[in-house]
C-alpha cells in the first residue's frame, strides 16, 4: 500500500489518493466517451493497495499508464500519456525560460536586484558573472531541497529573509574575528604554501591581508581583525631593535643596552642636538616611524586590491583598535590614521578595511586621557573620510567585568565589530569575548508586517500579544533552518557534567575544523578529558591518525582497530571499545557512525546530513538536511 510519495523537488509527503482520480477523470473527459466513476475507482484502489510503501510521483503515474493501457479505455491512456508529456514539456520550457533570462540580464550587465545584490562584487568580470551565474542556479536547489515546506512558505510571503542563501548548502561561516596574534606568531598554512612568523612590521602587516584573504575564500561573509593595534604593537618594538642593530652594524659598537629602552611614543623629531644614547634612539625611532607608515599605507593598499571569491571580489575587511596604550601601540594606531587620512591612489577614501574605533573611559574619553590625542586625530580622520566609526565600550552591553586598566591582554574583554552587521560577545558556552567568535549566517524577520497584520485588532493587550505570538511562531520556524536548538543546549549540560568526552571523527578534511571546535570545548571546560576516535586503516575519506597529526591535533588519538566507515560496535579494538564504554560524553560526526551507533544506548548525539532515501524516512527530513539529535530521541 502507497503510504508516501515522492515528488519531483525531492519532498516526501503523504499519499493523496484523489489526485490520481482527479487526473484520469481529466483525461476522460477529453473523450467521446467521458468518465466511467467506476473505472476511476478501480484504477486508483489497484495502485494503492499494490504498490510500495513509498513510491516516485512519476512512477505512479507509469502505473496509472499501464492500468489504462490494460483496460477497455485504450482512448484514455493516449489522452492521459499526452497530457503527461504536455506538462513535462511544459515545466521544461519554463525552467529553461527562467533561467535563459536570468542568465541573459547577468551577461547584458544589465542593473537590477540579481547583479546589484552585492555591492562589494564586481560583476560585469567573467569571474563575478560566473559568480552570478553559480549563485542564481544554487538558490532554487535551496528552496527545493534544503528548506522545510514551513520556511519555503514563510520565505514566499516575505515572513523571512534568509540572507546568503546562495552559501547555504555550503555550511561554510559567515564572519569571523581573526585572532591575528596567533597567526603572526606561528605562521600559517595557505593551500600550497606555508607563511613564516613575522619578525618585522613589514611582514606583519603583509600576514594580516594575507589571513584575510586566505579566510574570505574558506568564508561567504566579511573578516575583521578584533584588536589590530594589540596584534602589530610587538613588531613596531622588533623594527626599532633592528633600526638598532643596523647602528650597530654601521659604527661596529654594541648597542644592546638600547634595545629594550623604554619609549614614551614614537614621535619623529629632529636630530639637530641630540647626542649619545638619545641621539641614536631617535635615530630607530624616526626609521622605525618610516616604516610603519608604510606599512600601514601597504596594508590599507593591499585590502582595496587583493581579491578573493575567484578573483572578483575584494575582501570585506574590518578592524577594530584605538585601546592600546602602549607606545608601540600608539604608534600603529597613528601612522594608520594618519594613512587613511592622505587616501589612497590620487587621494581617494579606501573602502576597505572598515575601520572601528574603540572608545573608552579611561583610556581616550577625556583631555588627560594617555590615547586622547588620537582620538581627536581619529575625528579629523573621520570627518574627511567617513572612518573610522566609533564604538562605545562603556555602554551597558559593551562592558566586560573581567577588563582592567594595566592587563596587557585587556583586548580579550572588549567588544569587537564588523562592518557589515556581526557584533558577537555574549557568550553561553564560554568566556565573554569577540576573539575568535563568527557566525553562520543572518535570517531577517520581517517585524512590520507581522505589526501591520495584528493593527485591526481593537483591544490593545490583545493585539499586542498576538503579534508576539507571531513573532515566537516566526522565531520557531527560523530555528528549523539550524541544526542546534534544545539538543544542543543538552549537550552543553552533558559536557558540563561530563568528564570524558569521545569524539568520533567522519570525514578526513572536516578534521582542521573538528580541532577547532574541540579547543573551543576544552577552552570552555578545561577539567573535561577529550578523546579523538578515527578509522583504524584507510576508508573512503574518512579521517586516518596520519590526518589527525597533519592537523596537529593536541588531544589523545586511538582508532576504531577496522576499515568501517563507522562505529561497529563488535568491531572495535579493545582500546576503542573501553574508551566507548567510560566515556559520559560521545559525539558522533557522520551518518556512517550515526547509522552503525543508533539504539546502541550509550550517550551519543549525532551530527549528520540526510544523505539516503532510508534517513529521509527514518526522520522524515528532506536530503541533505542537517541533523544533531540524541540517542535517547532517535527513532530506531
Known amino acids: 500500500m502507497i503510504q508516501t510519495v515522492i515528488k519531483r523537488d525531492g519532498r516526501i509527503v503523504g499519499f493523496n489518493e484523489e489526485k490520481i482520480v482527479t487526473a484520469i477523470r481529466k483525461a476522460m473527459l477529453h473523450t467521446e466517451n467521458g468518465e466511467d466513476l467506476q473505472l476511476i475507482r478501480q484504477i486508483t484502489d489497484h495502485i494503492s493497495f499494490k504498490g510500495e510503501p513509498q513510491m516516485t510521483v512519476e512512477a505512479i503515474q507509469d502505473a496509472v499508464e499501464l492500468e489504462l493501457m490494460n483496460s477497455s479505455r485504450k482512448d484514455v491512456a493516449q489522452r492521459y500519456i499526452a497530457y503527461r508529456n504536455q506538462r513535462s514539456i511544459q515545466r521544461s520550457v519554463a525552467r529553461k525560460a527562467k533561467t535563459r533570462d536570468m542568465f541573459l540580464e547577468i551577461i547584458n550587465i544589465k542593473s537590477n536586484d540579481i547583479t546589484r545584490e552585492n555591492a562589494n562584487m564586481n560583476a560585469d568580470t567573467p569571474a563575478g558573472m560566473m559568480m552570478k551565474f553559480s549563485s542564481e542556479t544554487t538558490k532554487p536547489f535551496v528552496d527545493d531541497y534544503l528548506l522545510s515546506e514551513e520556511v519555503k512558505e514563510a520565505v514566499a510571503n516575505n515572513y523571512l529573509h534568509i540572507h546568503d542563501k546562495d552559501y547555504y548548502p555550503t555550511k561554510s561561516l559567515t564572519c569571523v574575528q581573526h585572532p591575528l596574534d596567533r597567526i603572526l606568531k606561528y605562521g600559517f598554512s ?38 589590530f593595534d594589540f596584534y602589530l604593537a610587538p613588531y613596531v618594538r622588533n623594527s626599532y631593535i633592528e633600526e638598532v642593530k643596523n647602528l650597530e652594524d654601521l659604527n661596529g659598537v654594541d648597542y644592546s643596552h638600547l634595545y629594550n629602552k623604554e619609549i614614551d611614543d614614537y614621535v619623529t623629531r629632529p636630530l639637530d642636538g641630540l647626542t649619545g644614547d638619545k641621539r641614536l634612539v631617535q635615530h630607530a625611532i624616526n626609521k622605525t616611524v618610516s616604516r610603519v607608515h608604510q606599512s600601514m599605507e601597504a596594508f590599507i593598499h593591499n585590502m582595496n586590491t587583493i581579491h578573493s571569491r575567484g578573483g572578483n571580489q575584494v575582501v570585506f575587511s574590518s578592524i577594530n583598535y ?74 551597558t552591553f559593551n562592558q566586560h567585568e573581567d577588563w582592567r586598566a594595566d592587563d596587557p591582554e585587556r583586548y580579550k574583554y572588549e567588544v569587537a565589530t564588523m562592518g557589515c552587521r556581526t557584533r558577537v560577545f555574549e557568550n553561553r558556552f564560554g568566556p565573554k569575548t569577540s576573539i575568535g567568535r563568527g557566525n553562520l549566517s543572518f535570517s531577517t524577520i520581517n517585524i512590520v508586517r507581522l505589526a501591520i497584520e495584528c493593527m485591526d485588532i481593537e483591544n490593545k493587550e490583545e493585539r499586542i500579544a498576538r503579534f508576539f505570538a507571531k513573532l515566537d511562531e516566526m522565531l520557531d520556524g527560523a530555528k528549523n533552518i539550524d541544526v542546534a536548538g534544545p539538543v544542543f543546549d543538552r549537550f552543553v549540560s552533558d559536557l558540563a557534567k ?126 541533505f538536511t542537517p541533523m544533531f539529535i540524541h540517542e535517547g530521541d532517535a527513532p530506531v
Open 190 to 227: 595557505a593551500g600550497h604554501g606555508e607563511s613564516r612568523p613575522a619578525k618585522r612590521i613589514e611582514t606583519a602587516s603583509i600576514l594580516g591581508c594575507i589571513s584575510l584573504e586566505t579566510a574570505q575564500n574558506e568564508m561567504h561573509g566579511g573578516q575583521a581583525i578584533p584588536a
Open 322 to 395: 584605538g585601546t592600546d596604550t602602549s607606545a608601540e601601540g600608539r604608534c600603529i594606531i597613528r601612522e594608520l590614521l594618519k594613512s587613511t587620512y592622505r587616501g589612497v591612489g590620487n587621494g581617494e577614501t579606501a573602502i576597505f578595511p572598515i575601520q572601528i574605533w574603540k572608545k573608552k573611559r579611561g583610556v581616550s574619553y577625556l583631555p588627560e586621557d594617555r590615547n586622547y590625542d588620537l582620538y581627536e586625530l581619529a575625528c579629523k580622520v573621520t570627518a574627511r573620510r567617513f572612518f573610522p566609526n566609533f564604538l562605545n565600550l562603556d555602554a
Open 498 to 623: 561530563g568528564k570524558k568526552l569521545l569524539y568520533l571523527t567522519d570525514n578526513a578534511g572536516e578534521i582542521g575544523f573538528d580541532r577547532v571546535f574541540a579547543e573551543t570545548i576544552r577552552q570552555a571546560y578545561p577539567n573535561l578529558e577529550i578523546t579523538f576516535c578515527v578509522r583504524g586503516f584507510v576508508t573512503q575519506n574518512d579521517a586516518t591518525r596520519e590526518d589527525a597529526a597533519a592537523v596537529g591535533l593536541p588531544f589523545p588519538v586511538i582508532d576504531n582497530g577496522n576499515r568501517v566507515a563507522g562505529t561497529q560496535i563488535e568491531l572495535l579494538s579493545p582500546e576503542a571499545k573501553q574508551a566507548l564504554d567510560e566515556a559520559d560524553v560521545i559525539l558522533a560526526k557522520g551518518m556512517g557512525n550515526t547509522e552503525t551507533l543508533l539504539g546502541c544506548g550509550y550517550n551519543v548525539y549525532y551530527a549528520f546530513l540526510v544523505k539516503c532515501p532510508r534517513f529521509v524516512q527514518i526522520f522524515e527530513k528532506p536530503l
